[in-house]
């Protein structure tokens, strides 16, 4: 019997050898390595992000003596008039030499692109959730176990949520790309482009709401 399994496994290891075996007929799925991605739910988002962008925009312009305008040519979401008039502010604050018309100035603009994902797979929580997770059902046996008081149970789940609560973060199937751009005579001296998840009723803040057409019957 043991010769037979050790000629059979011969056999399988010499037959295995004649294939190929890491091969495929198309790419295999993989994931990319976790990564962070901000979640913006407030105007005071909207100023973090102007800051940003005013200190790249004074970076990139270091080499150059120009004044900016901030273009307000559309301003049809609630993003776009909060967004220019902070992006304006936090330039000012830079110390940049900002106009109120375009002449002799570089102009600023900034483009929003809402994406609705409507196919995602599942997302993976944070690295840790379901070993605190773990960790609190533990406690909370060891309190039922050992305590008198009822009440007492509720002191480690309130702790746990003090101190995770400000860090739960729902997932979301809509993201927005912003980006912004500094242009002077066709020339781009400076782009850069954020991209961040927001709430799904948000949607109608950084794109505006679809036209709606009636159609009318004629007869006659």
């Not at 860090?167 to 001296?189: C, G, Q």
Request: charged content about 20%; overall charge negative.
């Amino acid at each position: 019997m043991v010769k037979q399994l050790i000629l059979c496994g011969t056999c399988v290891g010499l037959l295995s050898g004649c294939f190929q075996v890491n091969t495929s007929q198309a790419p295999l799925t993989t994931t990319y390595p976790i990564s962070d991605q901000q979640k913006m739910q407030s105007a005071h988002h909207w100023d973090v992000l102007a800051e940003h962008e005013a200190k790249l925009i004074s970076n990139s312009l270091a080499g150059y003596s120009t004044a900016l305008h901030v273009s307000d040519e559309h301003l049809e979401t609630p993003f776009d008039r909060g967004f220019n008039s902070l992006l304006t502010s936090q330039l000012v604050k830079q110390g940049a030499v900002v106009k109120s018309t375009e002449y002799n100035a570089a102009t600023v603009s900034y483009d929003v692109e809402v994406v609705k994902h409507k196919d995602r797979d599942a997302i993976r929580k944070a690295p840790g959730t379901w070993t605190v997770l773990a960790g609190g059902i533990a406690v909370a046996a060891h309190a039922a176990n050992y305590w008198g008081e009822t009440s007492r149970l509720l002191i480690p789940a309130a702790i746990g949520a003090d101190f995770l609560s400000g860090s739960w973060v729902k997932n979301s199937d809509f993201e927005v790309i912003i980006t912004t751009k500094v242009i002077k005579n066709d020339r781009i001296l400076h782009s850069s482009s954020n991209i961040y998840y927001i709430n799904g009723g948000d949607s109608d803040h950084y794109a505006p709401s679809p036209e709606t057409t009636k159609n009318i019957k004629v007869t006659g």
